[in-house]
């Protein structure tokens, strides 16, 4: 398993990390990650053709579930990435330059974030 780290470093250019995280055998032969923090969680729907948010930041720190649709994730570094149903993403960039997130396709996207706990 593994997530996308949106971050901004130093200088505040935006990148994305892929994240393995640290797997640990479990109960019912399944492997679990430490407990993450969260304060809650948000559903949201858009429409993958209209959507469009230009240069920003992530308003928390928090994980986006894509659950269906597909977004386009634009850093300043100029790396672009689509995230599609099952992929999860950790918005981190708090700072900095941001990132551009735009739909993809008509199909509606369906997301839920999980807010981190501070």
Known sequence: MKYT??????SG?????????RMAKS???SMMSELIAAKG???RETNGAQYFVDWH????RQFVVNL???VEITVSDGEKRRFGPGTIL???DLTGKGHISRGVGNSERLVIFVPLAD
């Open 5 to 10: 780290r949106i971050y901004a470093d130093a």
């Open 13 to 21: 250019e935006s990148h994305l990390e892929d994240v393995t995280p």
């Open 27 to 29: 109960d019912h032969s």
């Open 41 to 43: 969680v948000i559903f």
């Open 57 to 60: 930041n992530a308003p928390r």
């Open 68 to 70: 269906s649709g597909e």
């Open 90 to 92: 950790l918005a981190e």
